[in-house]
T-cell receptor, first 115, second 112 residues
Framework: DAGVTQSPTHLIKTRGQQVTLRCSPKSGHDTVSWYQQALGQGPQFIFQYYEEEERQRGNFPDRFSGHQFPNYSSELNVNALLLGDSALYLC??????????????FGEGSRLTVL | GDSVTQMEGPVTLSEEAFLTINCTYTATGYPSLFWYVQYPGEGLQLLLKATKADDKGSNKGFEATYRKETTSFHLEKGSVQVSDSAVYFCALRDTGFQKLVFGTGTRLLVSP
């Protein structure tokens, strides 16, 4: 049973560019959340997707947007990249149903470097 | 808003030493509390959790008790191993939401 998979694992962009990160949730999971983890910091919640809609959002600007597909996979898009967007981006999946234990399952992340 | 405060690291211990990593939280509701661990080169993994006051979460020899009166959830282990070297994150999830609020993490280094 595959866990949460993310791609790409590493990427380098320059300021002003746009980036798309991808996530496939754990089998059976229907909810995907994205977190940003700056170096030496804890993960910060960006947003959560369920039933192809953004259900909750953290304190991130509109440059950060996302999408969830019918197969529950998800994309995170960041426009007009800034140096401060350099971070590890983590995708987490969970199940929204009655068997929801509250646990999030995390992928290994996509490390973005903005030059 | 909700927040989590962890002791700063790194915490450096010898094998078989006793471990405590302090965690306190601020929340308006009655949050669930979690400890996640991040091993080198790997994603975050749930270590243990507690969903209400006085609950004790435990896993792999680690324990933490949900203390509402002191708003704390300290992580303990009686005898650490080299393989426990990792970064440990305390987190909370408020009632009705699925988002997690994390602390800044505490790096644990265990030497033989």
């Amino acid at each position: 049973d595959a866990g949460v998979t993310q791609s790409p694992t590493h990427l380098i962009k320059t300021r002003g560019q746009q980036v798309t990160l991808r996530c496939s949730p754990k089998s059976g999971h229907d909810t995907v959340s994205w977190y940003q983890q700056a170096l030496g910091q804890g993960p910060q919640f960006i947003f959560q997707y369920y039933e192809e809609e953004e259900r909750q959002r953290g304190n991130f600007p509109d440059r950060f947007s996302g999408h969830q597909f019918p197969n529950y996979s998800s994309e995170l898009n960041v426009n007009a990249l800034l140096l401060g967007d350099s971070a590890l981006y983590l995708c987490a999946s969970s199940y929204s149903g009655l068997q929801n234990t509250g646990e999030l399952f995390f992928g290994e992340g996509s490390r973005l470097t903005v030059l | 808003g909700d927040s989590v405060t962890q002791m700063e690291g790194p915490v450096t211990l010898s094998e078989e030493a006793f471990l405590t990593i302090n965690c306190t939280y601020t929340a308006t509701g009655y949050p669930s509390l979690f400890w996640y661990v991040q091993y080198p080169g790997e994603g975050l993994q749930l270590l243990l959790k507690a969903t209400k006051a006085d609950d004790k979460g435990s896993n792999k020899g680690f324990e933490a008790t949900y203390r509402k009166e002191t708003t704390s959830f300290h992580l303990e282990k009686g005898s650490v191993q080299v393989s426990d070297s990792a970064v440990y994150f305390c987190a909370l999830r408020d009632t009705g939401f699925q988002k997690l609020v994390f602390g800044t993490g505490t790096r644990l280094l265990v030497s033989p």
